[in-house]
């Protein structure tokens, strides 16, 4: 079965300082991994996502993540927080028909 | 905009109401889905339409019922609603179902008083 654990519930950085946030997998096979975002009162926009191509996968705003297979991790990381980050994000299997999602890390971003 | 839209975004009603909510999207795509975000919960799958054909039932109570009356229109029929039915309902479109992405709305706040 699929599933997806975000090991943190809140994350706190420093404007211009990195930023990441992890997510852990779990999949009987060879699974597609997307990160989402979603800013307060909005829904959900598709940051960036890994179909067995390349495993570091470039998403938008900055944000990238790694497939490591070897860690059934893809965590996702931005070289530096900006103020407008401050969102939700959430990492999300596939499992056809449906979309599992993990329940989700708040960031937040000081000045 | 991702190309997806919900009405109402705030909907407050009252535990013997019926309402409405709409989904629409253009995106050509043939998959659509409703999803419930409460406080503190994992996002819960409601829904999923293929084709206006109506392809899982994730064991939502029946005083939620979806309408799919065509590949570009869904719609979440309400009544005699319970106040933990209180939450963010987002509609989201996908080009096959679950294979790709999902595109959603920008959700409807719903308030059970």
């Known amino acids: 079965a699929q599933s997806v654990t975000q090991l943190d519930s809140h994350v706190s950085v420093s404007e211009g300082t990195p930023v990441l946030l992890r997510c852990n997998y779990s999949?009987?096979?060879?699974?597609?991994l997307f990160w989402y975002v979603q800013h307060p009162n909005k829904g959900l926009q598709l940051l960036l996502k890994?179909?067995?191509?390349?495993?570091l996968v470039k998403g938008i705003n900055g944000f990238e993540a790694e497939f490591k297979k070897s860690e059934t991790s893809f965590h996702l990381t931005k070289p530096s927080a900006h103020m407008s980050d401050a969102a939700e994000y959430f990492c999300?299997?596939?499992?056809?028909?449906?979309?599992?999602f993990g329940t989700g890390t708040r960031l937040q971003v000081f000045p | 905009e991702t190309g997806v839209t919900q009405t109402p975004r705030h909907l407050v009603m009252g535990m013997t109401n019926k309402k409405s909510l709409k989904c629409e999207q253009h995106?050509?795509?043939?998959?659509m889905y409703w999803y419930k975000q409460s406080a503190k919960k994992p996002l819960e799958l409601m829904f999923v339409?293929?084709?206006?054909?109506?392809?899982e039932n994730n064991s939502v109570p029946s005083r939620f019922s979806p309408e799919c009356p065509n590949s570009s229109h869904l719609f979440l029929h309400l009544h005699t609603l319970q106040p933990e039915d209180s939450a963010l309902y987002l509609c989201?479109?996908?080009?096959?179902?679950?294979?790709?992405?999902?595109?959603f709305g920008q959700g409807t706040r719903l308030t059970v008083v």
């Open positions: 989201a479109s996908s080009q096959e179902r679950g294979s790709t992405e999902a595109f």
């Open positions: 999949s009987s096979y060879s699974p597609s």
């Open positions: 890994y179909t067995s191509a390349a495993t």
């Open positions: 999300v299997v596939s499992r056809p028909p449906r979309l599992i």
């Open positions: 995106l050509g795509h043939n998959a």
């Open positions: 339409y293929s084709l206006e054909e109506r392809v």
